[in-house]
């Protein structure tokens, strides 16, 4: 078995609530083994649940952690790619009204693989690297959707202390599959070439040199 996020065979693993979990020795991240992962239709029911209104101000002010930090990094009408939008896509309508060009993808929701052909000055990922079953591949993916000196924006809950992570509700989503530390970030960057910035708790600005 190897890590799923960093590929090192440094990994070890434990059940929770019937779950079989692995942590990477190298990288820090978790992973729920592939077994327990949603079927298609199941996943996409539970996307369908999220209450992820465009005109929310709620969840807008939410997003606007990731926004912030990301715009003070990239020009106005550059284009960029929300990806894993969902079916509320409402950063990427923050930042149309912003000013900035930005396509959707989503696998569910807004499936047009033509747009992953393309390469983007900035991409975003709110709420979605935590659903990736493959994410070494999905980061590799996402470098090659950059240009050269292009943004990377993440949000997702960092992983919490290992004394918690069995009760805590984060890991209970059953669309939740892989959790990362701060370390997971700083490899994944490093294992591509990229910088790497988390501007405070959750958020990640990774740079492609």
Known sequence: ????????????????????????????????????????????????????????????????????????????????LEFGCGHGPALADMLIGNGYKVDLYDPFFFPNKDLLNKQYKFVTCTETVEHFFDPYNEFTLLDKLLLSGGWLGVMTCFLTADSQFDKWYYRKDPTHVVFYARE??????????????IPTKDIVLFCKK
């Not at 693993?13 to 979990?21: H, I, M, N, P, T």
């Not at 729920?32 to 209450?51: T, V």
């Not at 970030?185 to 910088?195: G, L, V």
Request: charged share 35%.
């Open 184 to 197: 997971t970030f700083e490899i994944i960057a490093e294992q591509r070439d990229w910088t790497c910035e």
């Open 1 to 80: 078995m190897k890590c799923i996020v960093c590929k090192s065979s440094k990994v070890i693993f434990r059940y929770v609530e019937g779950k079989k979990y692995w942590t990477c020795k190298y990288c820090l991240a978790k992973f729920l083994d592939s077994k327990h992962h949603l079927d298609p239709l199941s996943e996409k029911k539970r996307y369908l649940e999220h209450n992820n209104q465009i005109k929310d101000e709620k969840y807008r002010k939410f997003l606007s952690r990731l926004l912030k930090p990301l715009e003070k990094k990239i020009s106005s009408n550059d284009n960029g």
